[in-house]
């Protein structure tokens, strides 16, 4: 078979399987990343507070990244679905280098300014001087991540989500690696060292994810030049300038929303401390003393939002893979395609994250207590962050939605006026010693509810689909209910005698077992949507026979 007809090929992969390549690939980067992060919360000396440094540092960087690269896969996925949509390979081979150029540049810059600036940000912004060693360790992955980006939407433009999927997990691996590792051999420093060590494993994982990247490139830089070179008859009238002006004009309301959906944790990051520490001076008025309580109460935050963000990963998931396909649908002006993979995708997210939201309130001190045996407190924390899980990953889904119909505006705009609100309450709530920490999360729980409710408003106007809500929403939602309560009474029943990790592993299992029943019992699942998974014929007989579909 020869390179165009390999190349064809990978591109007609199905919207389905590229949702279940990433969604797999997401969910084996979200459990990596939980596991390095529960393993070094239980180090010795490290703890909450070592948590608080470590995701103070962390969040101030993705602030960065947001600026320089989170949106550009799907900028360029769109940009290139839709030329390959229509038969220029060239062009859209022409916007993956000068994306290349541009954000390559713009990291370099960025990683430089983090870099020389660690000391003030973290002295003067964060009131956590031990901070700026995690910002230093951090900042060259601010030069290495862009590029990655731009292979990453190239491909997924193309239709490809391979490597997108695979680069994450091959980074998340040695972040988990490198990260357990690097802490462990900082055992006896200060805390703020051991945080930063932490950290140093991102950059090196960035690193090793970016060679792999190339070397993917590489190997698929003769199918692509091969496409280029077979379009004699094909004459682009798009200049590098215009091609320029159309990265720009979706890159700057998207890299908006990219750094606006940053703005719930930026806002805890930059108001926990600043806030607390003014709240608690009366009570405690030794600066270390007082620098050390508002990293302890950010930890236990940022340790429950690990949590929360793992199901969440599913909704990036499908945003990331929505956006070329519907892209490519409305280039083709083939509106009800579009809002079949809308509807799909809707029942997708909320399959996987009622379930979570409702194990994760029904079990929340038996899975802190697994999973954090030396600092289990958080519970409160963890089931408040848990109610507005199914908001968080619809709003997400959504987003991708907007950046497809090219309406990137919109998301900004709303998660724009959520974070004002959060920032109000938090500034408010958090000044009252009582409430401390929780009122950074009522801040969280008011940004996703004002935030979903402007965009969903605002997909129906534009898009004019009629979603299946007993089908999407209501089924689940029931089939999760009963889960939960299944689950709260078995995990009751059984952890008596069996103590509680092997009662919280096994109420797990059940919950997972009775969802999956419900859900067909009450037919949520329809035969055309398992055929399109991987062997999804085999499955849709099985089922049909057992007349469960």
Not at 28 to 47: M, P, S, T
Not at 351 to 357: A, S
Request: contains cysteine; proline residues 3%; aromatic residues 8%.
């Amino acid at each position: 078979m020869n390179r165009k007809s390999n190349l064809k090929r990978e591109n007609k992969t199905s919207f389905l399987k590229n949702v279940l390549m990433l969604m797999f690939s997401q969910i084996a980067v979200k459990a990596l990343g939980l596991i390095y992060r529960v393993v070094i919360v239980d180090v010795e000396n490290f703890g909450n507070v070592g948590n608080g440094y470590y995701a103070t540092g962390y969040q101030i960087y993705m602030i960065l990244l947001a600026i320089s690269s989170l949106g550009i896969p799907n900028v360029l996925s769109k940009l290139v679905s839709e030329r390959v949509a229509r038969g220029d390979y060239r062009s859209a081979h022409r916007v993956f280098k000068l994306s290349l150029y541009m954000f390559g540049l713009f990291g370099v810059f960025l990683a430089l300014v983090l870099f020389f600036g660690a000391e003030f940000i973290s002295a003067n912004l964060l009131r956590a001087d031990g901070v700026k060693y995690t910002l230093m360790v951090l900042s060259p992955a601010l030069a290495i991540v862009p590029i990655s980006a731009v292979l990453r939407g190239y491909f997924a433009g193309l239709g490809s989500m391979k490597a997108n999927s695979t680069s994450q997990v091959i980074e998340q691996f040695f972040n988990c690696v490198l990260s357990i590792g690097f802490v462990y051999a900082c055992i006896g420093k200060d805390t703020a060292i051991m945080a930063a060590a932490g950290n140093l494993s991102t950059t090196c994982a960035c690193l090793i994810a970016l060679f792999y990247l190339i070397l993917f490139y590489k190997k698929r830089r003769g199918d692509l030049l091969t496409e280029c070179a077979s379009q004699t008859d094909l004459i682009s009238n798009e200049t590098d300038k215009k091609l320029i002006k159309a990265i720009l004009t979706l890159c700057i309301p998207l890299t908006l929303s990219s750094l606006i959906s940053t703005a719930a944790a930026t806002i805890d990051t930059v108001t926990v401390s600043n806030c607390i520490q003014s709240a608690l001076s009366s009570t405690i008025s030794n600066a270390a003393l007082l620098e050390e309580k508002a990293m302890e109460l950010y930890g236990i935050l940022q340790k429950c939002e690990t949590l929360t963000h793992l199901p969440l990963a599913v909704s990036a998931t499908l945003c990331t893979a929505i956006v070329p396909v519907i892209a490519a649908a409305i280039a083709k002006k083939d509106e009800e395609e579009a809002k079949r993979k809308i509807s799909l995708a809707s029942l997708i997210s909320c399959l996987v994250i009622f379930p979570c939201t409702g194990g994760f309130i029904a079990l929340s001190s038996p899975i802190l207590k697994l999973l954090y045996p030396s600092v289990p407190d958080g519970e409160l924390v963890f089931i408040l962050l848990s109610t507005v899980l199914p908001l968080a990953a619809l709003t997400q889904l959504l987003n991708g939605v907007f950046y497809g119909i090219g309406k990137q505006m919109v998301p900004a705009i709303a998660l724009g006026i959520g974070s004002v609100v959060k920032l109000v309450l938090n500034l408010t709530l958090m000044s009252i010693p009582s409430l401390n920490i929780y009122g950074a999360v009522i801040g969280t729980i008011a940004y996703h509810i004002v935030t979903f409710i402007i965009q969903i408003v605002m997909v129906f106007k534009y898009v004019k689909i009629k979603p299946d809500l007993v089908k999407i929403v209501l089924k689940p939602l029931l089939s999760a209910t009963v889960m939960s309560v299944v689950v709260y009474a078995f995990y009751k029943l059984v952890v008596t005698f069996t103590g509680n990790s092997v009662a919280t592993l096994v109420s797990i299992a059940v919950g997972v077992l009775v969802y999956v029943a419900v859900l067909l019992l009450v037919r949520t699942v329809e035969q055309e949507d398992i055929k399109g998974m991987p062997m999804g014929d085999k499955i849709a007989r099985l089922l049909a026979k057992l007349r469960l579909i």
